[in-house]
């Protein structure tokens, strides 16, 4: 940690000295670099991180809130990056461009299946839809568009990802306020724990009329190389089409889905858990 602090504190004394750099927007540029690798920090972690003094970094963080850069949780009063950042991050494509890797099954999926698919990542309490991929012969789902972001405690690849985050990140995500967009929402956070718990446990989460009244989602994790949860996927169409019995109706097929994206992952073959 010290040592990425110092060297972030030269790289920024560098760019400073060079005439050709303008000084406040290296100074904003080193505040959003100081969140690589980290969800969240305080106003003393960045201005540490970046060895300016607090005022000055106070004044930038406020900056770059008032233009969607940073984001503040408003319980813990830390520092997260915002909107602006991932809105241009979908845009990028990353050393396994999710989104190309992804879309030609994600294409087939909706295509089978006749309904709305998503790839989505977790970021730092909030999932963001990086693609949507919709089926012109079926009903087409609007809630989620690309770079945007679902209530944590709403829809199912929100909670299916929260699901497999470590447990301090969950609590620290779960005394951040629950949104209601429709009664069937799960509000309750001891109830949401327990939601939670069961999804790491059988491995999908089938969402039902949470987001939308009569729409469903059912939601399954992708693995990378190395065991982790990279994304997730899901699928999402009218409620009578989605669930039977109060069963998922396409798990096996999502779940061949999610196998098909890993295996372009590198990642090792693994069983699936399949509805009980």
């Not at 750099?21 to 100081?34: D, I």
């Not at 609590?171 to 109830?191: M, Y």
Request: proline share 5%; net charge neutral; glycine share 8%.
């Amino acid at each position: 940690m010290l040592q990425a602090t110092s060297m972030l504190e030269r790289s920024m004394a560098e760019t400073e000295g060079n005439t050709q750099n303008v000084r406040a927007v290296t100074r904003a540029l080193a505040v959003l670099n100081s969140f690589a690798g980290k969800g969240v920090q305080s106003l003393a972690e960045v201005t540490h991180a970046t060895g300016l003094d607090k005022g000055t970094t106070r004044r930038l963080l406020l900056t770059l809130m008032n233009s969607g850069f940073i984001a503040q949780d408003p319980v813990s009063q830390h520092y997260r990056l915002g909107r602006a950042v991932r809105d241009l991050v979908a845009n990028v494509a990353d050393e396994r461009d999710l989104r190309s890797i992804a879309q030609p099954v994600l294409t087939d999926l909706a295509g089978e299946l006749h309904g709305t698919a998503f790839l989505s990542v977790y970021d730092g309490g909030d999932v963001v839809c990086l693609d949507r991929i919709h089926d012109m012969k079926g009903i087409e789902v609007h809630w989620w568009a690309v770079g945007g972001a679902l209530p944590y405690n709403c829809g199912g690849a929100p909670k299916l990802l929260l699901a497999f985050q470590p447990e301090e990140e969950i609590e620290r995500v779960l005394l951040r306020p629950t949104t209601e967009l429709t009664p069937k929402s799960i509000t309750n956070v001891d109830e949401l724990r327990q939601s939670l718990a069961r999804i790491r446990e059988r491995g999908w989460e089938l969402a039902v009329d949470d987001v939308a009244l009569g729409l469903s989602a059912l939601a399954v994790p992708v693995r990378g190389p190395q065991g982790d949860v990279v994304c997730a996927i899901s699928i999402a169409g009218l409620t009578p089409q989605m669930v039977s019995r109060n069963r998922p109706v396409h798990l096996a097929r999502i779940q061949r889905a999610a196998a098909a994206i890993e295996r372009r992952l590198g990642t090792p073959v693994r069983r699936e858990r399949v509805a009980p």
